[in-house]
């Protein structure tokens, strides 16, 4: 069955950089456009970025524009969030999620990961 | 940017009661609405998407309603897994979240 699974998780300083990964098996990964949203504690969902099956577009929220870099490997089943001058407000769970469209530009979010937790503090 | 208001932010209901929650886009986005089942510590789980189509292994007790602007998630008889919260979400320009609805138990 589908499964993703984050890693990359952790506590970083305000202005450092982490890298998130999200392993993805149990279906044709390249054939699938993939999201990222995360989710500030006591707030609700925000999409942070989307890129297309085969890595031709990709497209952020305002709030990471700039900072963040969605990529994937798809030799390698994974899914990537670079992000860099990271901020207090960026502290959050973040989820891979699988669109639920085949080969096409993205739709919504279909299936998604357990999350992996991203504080930032001093 | 399209904003997205959900209504109630919180809803208190009991086992069997029909439940709606609203949602409202600031533009048209035709039928281009998925709604999202979130618990604590889990995977948000989606529900419902281009506006009324169920996602598959999705109980039918959940029904998705509307276009444009106005849109519906009715739950028929609110069973005890449902005490959950719900977010609808348009990707008919970008992507953007409601703020969310927490069904409680009364």
Partial sequence: QVQLV???????????????SCE??????SNYGMHWVRQAPGKGLEWVAVIWFDGSNKYYADSVRGRFSISRDNSKNTLY????????????????????RRAAAPGTPGYWGQGTLVTVSS | ????????????????????????????????????????????KL????????????????????????????I??????????YYCQQYNSSWTFGQGTKVEIK
């Fill in chain 1, 6 to 20: 984050e890693s990359g998780g952790g506590v970083v300083q305000p202005g450092r950089s982490l890298r998130l």
């Fill in chain 1, 24 to 29: 993805a098996s149990g279906f044709t990964f």
């Fill in chain 1, 81 to 100: 969030l670079q992000m860099n001058s990271l901020r207090a407000e960026d502290t959050a769970v973040y989820y891979c999620a699988k669109d639920q």
């Fill in chain 2, 1 to 44: 940017d399209i904003q997205m208001t959900q209504s109630p932010s919180t809803l208190s209901a009991s086992v069997g009661d029909r439940v709606t929650i609203s949602c409202r886009a600031s533009q048209s986005i035709t039928n281009w609405l998925a709604w999202y089942q979130l618990k604590p510590g889990k995977a948000p």
């Fill in chain 2, 47 to 74: 529900l419902i998407y281009k506006a009324s189509s169920l996602e598959s292994g999705v109980p039918s007790r959940f029904s998705g309603s509307g276009s444009g602007t106005e849109f519906t998630l009715t």
């Fill in chain 2, 76 to 85: 028929s008889s609110l069973q005890p897994d449902d005490f959950a919260t």
